[in-house]
Structures are given as C-alpha cells and as structure tokens.
C-alpha cells in the first residue's frame, strides 16, 4: 500500500492581524491507499484544521504535506480538484436537483465551462451511484433525502470527481446507529476495493476503533499513530478514553460504562 499523502513535522493554526495561533505542530505521519484511517480527538484538539490544511482550505503554519511525493502547495486548483475530494458535514444547499445531477456535479473538475456531460462522463457518474448502492434514489430530489442517504450521494459525488484522496468531516453525524455503522463499512469497503486514500474525522470512537484500519489520535502536544490494536496495547486509547465510570477494554477494543 502506498503512502500518498505524507506529513512531515507539520504545524497548522492561524495568522490574524500577524500574530501567529498555533494549533497543533511536530505533526509526523502519513495516510496509506487501500485503507480507512479515521482521526479522533477532542472537541478543540485541532481536527478541523488539521482537515481544512490537509484539504488547502488553508495554509499549514510550517513544515509540509505531501500528496504522492508533491508538496501540496505545489498543486494549481485544478490539480487539486482532480486529486482531493471532501466531504463535509454541512448539507448541499441545493433544491430542485435529482441525486444523478448532483452526483455529476462532481465531473466538474473533467468539464468544460458549461458542465456539459460526455457519455463517458455519464457513465462515471453512474458507477458511481452504483458503488455506494443508491440506484435506487438516482431520480429523487435531493431535498428529500433523509441525512442518511444524503451522506451517501455526497460519498458518490466525490467518487465521481476520481479522486485518489477523499477526506470525510464527521461523515457519520446526525445518523442512527445502524446508519453509522453502515456508513462506516461502505467507507471500508470503498477505500479497500477502489485503493482510495480515505481519511476522515469522527466522535464515534467505539465504531472507529472497530472499522478502521489505522486510526490518528489528536492529543495536546501529541499525535498518535497506528492500528487500533496499537494504540490499545500502548495504553493511549485507555488514556484518551477511560475516565470515572468508563472503563475501555483493550482487548475487545470495547467501551463499557458503569452506573
């Protein structure tokens, strides 16, 4: 499995009115193709930003991300809309349009000024439904989706764009339980099957400790690294996890909460 984007002693925050806010720095690690690595912290840690800087939503502080070897700050924005995909947590703020079209508004970085779709376009747009298993929504109006099923047409639209990194911003919030869950085995299963480079930030630590192939725990002044066996055999995931009352088995990578 390739290493595609890669961090090297990375430093992110803000610069308002030329004082510098740091967020997080010494950051060192990377995210493999072919597998699901979720980002976990808490709330205030940094992991917006860390996604927004890893997205070039906005620039690092110092140090530097690579994606396949390139500095990312290298890339014009249209390589990089060829290159990264993200999905947010916001919905889509849009009314009269069909799951297909929105679907297809992520070949926009393939069309021309128009947005015009080519067959071979079109037939993107539809494996992509295909490979999230939403055929059957493919003529809905958005606006009538449920959040569940939202989130899936935004995970086909970012197919769509063939991207060989997709970054997801809490992709299973605002879900049910067994939603979650399935949003999480379709994000397995996509990263595994299409080798795409598939990072994203979630609360729902329990599920990602169960799913996940790698998992970046965001603490103060420390970021950890590695699969959730790791992590729980180092004893960082009892440190970020366990506190009165909640106890975390290192074994079963299970919570259990007394009363």
Not at 206 to 214: H, N, V, Y
């Amino acid at each position: 499995m390739n290493e595609t984007v890669q961090l090297h002693n990375l430093s992110i925050g803000y610069t308002a009115k030329g004082n510098e806010k740091v967020v997080a720095n010494h950051l060192n690690a990377s995210i493999r193709s072919g597998e699901l690595t979720c980002l976990l912290g808490q709330n205030g840690i940094g992991k917006s930003t860390l996604l927004r800087t890893l997205s070039a939503f906005q620039p690092k502080l110092s140090g530097s991300v690579q994606i396949n070897g390139r500095e990312i700050a290298d890339y014009t924005d249209k390589e990089l809309s060829r290159t990264i995909g993200v999905v947010l947590t916001e919905k889509p703020d849009v009314q009269n349009m069909t799951v297909e079209e929105l679907v297809g508004m992520g070949r926009s970085p393939y069309t021309g000024f128009w947005g015009t779709l080519t067959d071979a376009d079109k037939q993107v747009v539809g494996e992509s439904i295909r490979l999230v298993g939403i055929q059957s929504l493919q003529q809905r109006m958005v606006y009538t989706l449920s959040d569940g099923e939202r989130q899936k047409v935004m995970i086909a639209k970012a197919l769509a764009q063939q991207t060989p990194v997709i970054y997801l911003d809490e992709p299973t919030a605002f879900l049910d339980f067994p939603s979650k869950v399935e949003m999480m085995q379709l994000l397995h299963r996509l990263a595994a099957s299409e080798q795409k480079t598939v990072f994203l930030s979630t609360h729902d630590v329990e599920l990602a400790l169960q799913i996940a192939d790698c998992i970046w725990l965001m603490e103060p002044e420390q970021l950890s690294v590695g699969t959730p066996e790791q992590l729980a055999g180092q004893g960082v995931l009892s440190r970020f996890i366990e506190r009165d009352g909640i106890r975390f088995d290192k074994h079963l990578l299970t919570i259990h909460v007394t009363r």
